[in-house]
Nanobody, 126 residues
């Protein structure tokens, strides 16, 4: 099972950009679909972006399409979430997750992931 550690985040003004990074340690990084999910006290956890093991396939939840970009570097065991045109409703704790389940990317739930990191807070001020 991979261990994950996120970095990035912080306070940003609406319309601004933030880059989140996640480093994975452990074997078989390319065996995992990697994703970023977010959580706030008043909303369920939701995946905002997922990327297949090869990096060939990506999924985004509708609310972030065209604003967020997920990528991975399998040589460095890292996955990145570039967030742009941020809105106050993007404020959340963002977690990096590793998911070994087979199948497509849409419809996955964070609770089904094998592991996730401690999270990093992104606060978007209006």
């Amino acid at each position: 099972q991979v261990q994950l550690a996120e970095s990035g985040g912080g306070l940003v003004e609406a319309g601004g950009s933030v880059r989140l990074s996640c480093v994975a340690s452990g074997p078989g990084f390319t065996d995992y679909v990697m994703g970023w999910f977010r959580q706030t006290p008043d909303r369920e956890r939701e995946y905002v972006a997922l990327i297949s093991g090869s990096g060939a396939t990506r999924y985004y939840t509708d609310s972030v399409k065209g604003r967020f970009t997920i990528s991975r570097d399998n040589a460095r065991n890292t996955v990145t979430l570039q967030m742009a045109s941020l809105k106050p409703e993007d404020t959340a704790v963002y977690y990096c997750a590793a998911d070994s389940r087979r199948g497509g990317l849409p419809g996955r739930r964070p609770e089904g992931s094998d592991s996730w990191g401690k999270g990093t807070l992104v606060t978007v001020s209006s």
